[in-house]
């Protein structure tokens, strides 16, 4: 997600370079929300950020603030309906918002707001109508309220649960804003000079900033509303001391951020490349070349061979128009996006006793589809070393960590996983490990996906299949 408040500039193209570095973060469709102070034009579309925008697209929004977002669904079909911005006219004014993350109390809210089943598209749309239903659009349209959507906002915000970063306008305001427990990430960067800023800029992650030129302020706290218009940066928490309780998801640092965003004050590279130099201290192995596959498991990979005094070497060559296969909607399209996706280097492999760095398995099809490669490329043996801990539970905030049913470590135990994906060995980077690779002592964090402990508590349907998963195997086993 990004959002820009920036009078003078073309904030529909910072908003086309803002989701241009955020690519990764959803590949099915994207979209922007433009504001003029008047009015609020809309623009999304199934696809890439470059197959729905072109320059004339981008040419034909002017205005001076706006939001964009791209999507991948966990919850709600990956439809044109579902895409975002959604947008929503409220009594005399409109507003479009962005979301990431899912709502784990989408059935009482609907209740609350008298919906009936199906008559929204997803939890994100929920959360447009119940705004949109808010008092402070209640008045007389004629008039309407110039604070209305941050006094929406406040009003509506506090019943949600979940996990929720959002970014939102409406003709002359931009607002972003977390969940109390900062789930997913956040934060505010400044376009000009500090004693004279030419606008405000919001991203779920640093690159986004440094596309835009944008300097990094600061993340916005868990449960922190930020409204930017005219006046500058407000600020205010909508949530009680006691439902603020930072918990940042884990698994941005294990996967899902790019490895040049920094959160928690943390480049991730460097904790990715600090979790591979643990996981050989952890689970050693006598080979002759450590390779990671791409991109993730690459600089856990270098940290492994640094480690171990093991050469680091390329194995596998991945096809970089090709797009992320954890994010892709099912499972025969990632399944062929393995084969599409990367391609082995022969000579560097043939009679090699490899060990191969991958950041987390899911359902195993990388994994087994890399092996398989690579044993047809002449490796003598292959060890998979992990730079996470086994996933044994769902996630219900946003990432598409399935049910126990397709997740592999939930499913069987490690000689299973070991049979099944044809390798020599297999041991995963144990929790204590992955969060001394972070190294942000004192910050938190959602494990939930690891350790069945869920920070925001989880429908009952969903809680019973949690207790279903059986205890993690032994992380250190070699
Ligand atoms: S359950 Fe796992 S993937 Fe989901 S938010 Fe928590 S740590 Fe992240």
Request: glycine share 10%; proline share 14%.
């Given at each position: 997600m990004f959002g820009v408040y920036a009078p003078g500039r073309g904030v529909a193209q910072l908003t086309f370079d803002g989701l241009y570095a955020l690519q990764h973060r959803g590949q099915e469709s994207a979209g922007m929300a433009v504001g003029d102070g008047e009015a609020i034009t809309v623009v999304k579309d199934m696809g890439l950020v470059t197959t729905v925008f072109d320059e004339r697209t981008v040419s034909c929004l002017p205005g001076h603030l706006a939001i964009g977002h791209t999507r991948y669904s966990?919850?709600?079909?990956?439809t044109w309906r579902n895409a975002q911005p959604v947008y929503r006219a409220a009594a005399g004014a409109g507003f479009a918002l962005g979301h990431n993350g899912n709502l784990t109390n989408t059935a009482e809210l609907a209740a609350r707001a008298g919906m009936l089943p199906?008559?929204?598209?997803?939890d994100s749309d929920l959360v447009a109508e119940l705004l949109a239903g808010a008092s402070a659009f209640a008045g007389d349209p004629a008039e309407p309220r110039p604070h209305a959507l941050e006094e929406a906002v406040a009003e509506v915000l506090p019943l949600l649960a979940g996990a929720f970063s959002f970014v939102m306008l409406d003709a002359s305001h931009l607002l972003g804003v977390r969940d109390p427990k900062g789930l997913r990430p956040l934060c505010l960067g400044r376009l000009g000079?500090?004693?004279?800023?030419?606008g405000w800029v919001l991203a779920s992650e640093t690159p986004a900033l440094d596309i835009v030129g944008a300097d990094f302020v600061r993340e916005l706290e868990p449960g922190e509303l930020v409204v930017i218009d005219e006046d500058g940066v407000r600020t205010r928490q909508l949530f009680s001391e006691a439902q603020v309780d930072p918990r940042l998801c884990i698994f941005e640092f294990v996967y899902?951020?790019?490895?040049d965003s920094r959160l928690y004050g943390r480049e991730v590279h460097g904790a990715r490349r600090r979790m591979g130099e643990l996981l050989a201290t952890q689970a050693p192995v006598d080979a002759d070349l450590v390779m990671g596959v791409p991109e993730s498991g690459v600089p856990a990979a270098e940290g492994f061979a640094r480690a171990s005094g093991i050469p680091y070497g390329q194995g596998l060559v991945k096809n970089r128009y090709i797009g992320r296969?954890?994010?892709?909607?099912d499972q025969t399209a990632r399944a062929e996006g393995v084969r599409r996706k990367l391609n082995p280097l022969r000579d560097n492999i043939d009679g090699k006793r490899i060990v191969v760095v991958d950041d987390s398995i899911v359902r195993g099809t990388t994994q087994r589809a890399v092996v398989r490669m690579l044993r047809e490329a002449g490796a003598r043996q292959v060890h998979l070393r992990i730079?996470?801990?086994?996933?044994?539970w769902p996630c219900?905030?946003?990432?598409?960590?399935?049910?126990h049913e397709e997740l592999i470590a939930a499913q069987s135990s490690i000689p299973q996983i070991e049979e099944y994906l044809g390798v020599d060995s297999l041991a995963y980077l144990s929790l204590d490990n992955l969060v001394a690779a972070i190294d942000a002592p004192g910050a938190g964090f959602c494990t939930a996906c690891l350790?069945?402990?869920?920070p925001v508590p989880v429908p009952a349907a969903q809680a019973d299949a949690g207790a279903a998963a059986p205890s993690p195997p032994d992380t250190a086993r070699a």
């Open positions: 966990t919850t709600g079909a990956s199906g008559v929204v598209a997803s000079k500090d004693e004279d800023p030419e899902f951020a790019r490895p296969t954890f994010i892709t909607p730079s996470s801990p086994p996933l044994m219900f905030y946003g990432i598409d960590i399935p049910s350790t069945g402990v869920y």
